[in-house]
């Protein structure tokens, strides 16, 4: 089997991950890691075993043997680094958010398509086996015509006013909670139902417009939402909405798409990523765990256990990198279909809240 080279840029939480999940893949190589400076590479050479570390991004672009590419690098680094990966040559996994502007992540598309390389935005949650058994269940008609799209993502990270650090609240940025975990609810919806979202009317809200930084004592301006409700309507007419907020306390990674049809309504939730919920007028209601037995050939392809030895999130983590490392194998062309995110996808994330920050402040609905 031909292994493929690859490279991690930025080793924070998600390089970190990224890092475990590709040790998990057949015929893929850590060539190279790169920190933010040098001082964290002692650490990394220590848990992190790979061919070479560095603190210069573009060393790792330099090389010949590295034929993959994860920016894992802050929000602000994104569109610098995605650029010089393509021009590099390089095959590209980009975490998302793809770019900070609508605009960026268009360059971004366009230097890709241009270079011929094959690419792919970090939204694992869509490769779960359940999120992919809802999105066959709703292709076959299980659902009956869907009604309305729903759901939230919540978190508890910025619920008091002394939840800072310029990590997570990086003023770089045009939004933060839509931006950060909304497109991840806009990019699993829209891959469940099959359908992009078409227009938005978005709400945003400040709870703390001012925040003491805990480890010097100073006040912070805030300029990015804790929380955004956001109505949508989907490109076949389906109307939908959600909330996504940094600040409900208690409430973790919590996840949760559901699409009410009329026979049916599926619904998931992130944080039990083992089970489908399917409600029932007339039958009465089912929670569906996943097992190889029940489920479409498409989604048990992403289950490695027996049933009841529960997947998790890093599960959908390393199948979205494997399918996008599969493909690299068996020479796929760009814009071909994929189960994963492309960057046409991350475009739409990146348009998704645009229109999002247009629509809080004009007070009107927004096409994306």
Not at 37 to 60: K, N
Not at 187 to 208: C, E, K, N, W
Request: with cysteine.
């Amino acid at each position: 089997m031909r292994r493929i080279r690859a490279a991690i840029i930025g080793m924070g939480f998600i390089g970190r991950l990224q890092y475990e999940a590709l040790c998990c893949l057949p015929g893929v190589e850590v060539r190279a890691l790169c920190a933010h400076s040098t001082g964290q590479l002692p650490a990394l050479r220590e848990s992190f075993p790979a061919d070479r570390y560095t603190a210069d991004w573009r060393e790792v672009l330099a090389d010949p043997a590295v034929e993959v590419v994860h920016n894992c690098t802050p929000n602000k680094m994104h569109d610098a680094v995605n650029l010089a990966v393509i021009g590099a040559g390089k095959h590209l996994y980009a975490e998302k958010p793809l770019s900070l502007t609508a605009a960026g992540a268009r360059r971004v598309c366009d230097a890709a398509a241009a270079a011929g390389v094959l690419c792919a935005v970090n939204h694992p949650y869509r490769m779960n086996a359940a999120v992919l058994e809802m999105r066959d269940r709703l292709r076959r008609g299980q659902a009956g015509r869907p009604l309305y799209v729903s759901g939230r993502y919540y978190q508890d990270s910025a619920c008091r006013a002394g939840d800072y650090t310029p990590r997570r609240m990086p003023e770089t940025s045009p939004a933060r909670a839509v931006l950060d975990i909304g497109v991840h609810w806009a990019d699993t919806a829209s891959f469940v139902l099959g359908q992009p979202i078409r227009r938005v009317y978005a709400r945003m809200y400040i709870h703390h417009p001012v925040r003491t930084d805990p480890a010097t004592g100073r006040e912070i301006a805030i300029h990015s939402d804790d929380t955004t409700a956001v109505m949508v309507e989907f490109a076949d007419g389906t109307p939908g909405s959600a909330v996504f907020s940094k600040c409900m306390a208690g409430h973790k990674n919590d996840l949760v798409v559901t699409v009410g049809g009329e026979q049916r309504e599926l619904c998931w939730r992130q944080e039990q990523c083992d089970r489908l919920w399917i409600g029932s007028q007339q039958e009465g209601n089912t929670l569906l765990l996943m097992d190889k037995a029940s489920i479409c050939p498409e989604a048990a392809a992403f289950l490695d256990l027996p049933a009841g030895h529960a997947p998790g999130w890093q599960d959908a983590q390393k199948n979205a990198m494997g399918a996008f490392y599969a493909d690299i194998l068996q020479g796929k062309r760009p814009g071909e279909p994929a189960l994963y995110a492309t960057l046409a996808d991350g475009l739409q994330g990146n348009r998704f809240v645009e229109a999002c920050l247009v629509s809080a402040r004009e007070d009107r609905w927004v096409d994306l």
